[in-house]
């Protein structure tokens, strides 16, 4: 189902917060699967890892690329989340929601020091190409269709902060932010 990105030590890329303007554009679809796209995939991982996150895209780092690692595992910020091997997502699409929705915290690379309560979808299908440039789908629910929604959401231009203002989320008073103390940014 996902080919799984092996870790390999990688320099540290310095990741975009909010309010830097590549955070606020759209990315461009990944032409060229070469050794390039490989370490950007690789760099990306060990950045991700080091500041304890379970995803992130390469507009966080600086890149314009539709590219995105998703890797859960139980961490700090994240003590509950399922296990899951490194996988690299490149130009994805959402092809399938489910009407389902839930809410759910989430914290950001992008957004220091924040969480919010946000909803997503429950279950989603999706279609993305792996650092080979092959075709993959799969269905994806929970946590992990979560972090999905959300890498994808900064592949179209939107943080988290963006996605907490939105209409489906203001109905809840748990959008408003919240400061996590001593979390890893």
Not at 167 to 181: F, I, M, R, W, Y
Request: proline share 7%; charged share 15%; glycine share 4%.
């Amino acid at each position: 189902m996902f080919t799984f990105l092996r870790p390999t030590p990688s320099a540290l890329l310095p990741i975009a917060l909010v309010g830097e303007d590549i955070l606020k554009q759209q990315a461009i679809a990944v032409q060229h699967f070469d050794a390039a796209l490989t370490e950007l995939a690789q760099q990306m991982s060990a950045s991700m890892a080091a500041a304890q996150g379970v995803g992130i895209a390469a507009p966080q780092v600086h890149s314009p690329l539709a590219l995105f690692i998703m890797a859960s595992r139980p961490n700090e910020r994240y003590p509950d989340a399922p296990n899951m091997a490194p996988v690299v997502v490149v130009n994805p699409h959402i092809i399938h929601v489910s009407s389902d929705l839930v809410s759910g915290e989430e914290g950001c690379l992008s957004v220091p020091g924040q969480r919010f309560i946000i909803q997503r979808h429950k279950t989603i299908e999706v279609r993305y190409q792996n650092l080979q440039g092959e075709w993959q789908q799969a269905e994806l629910t929970d946590f992990i269709a979560r972090i999905f929604q959300h890498e994808f959401d900064h592949l179209q231009g939107i943080t988290l902060l963006e996605r907490s203002r939105m209409p489906e989320q203001t109905h809840t008073l748990s959008a408003q932010p919240t400061t996590v103390k001593g979390e890893a940014q």
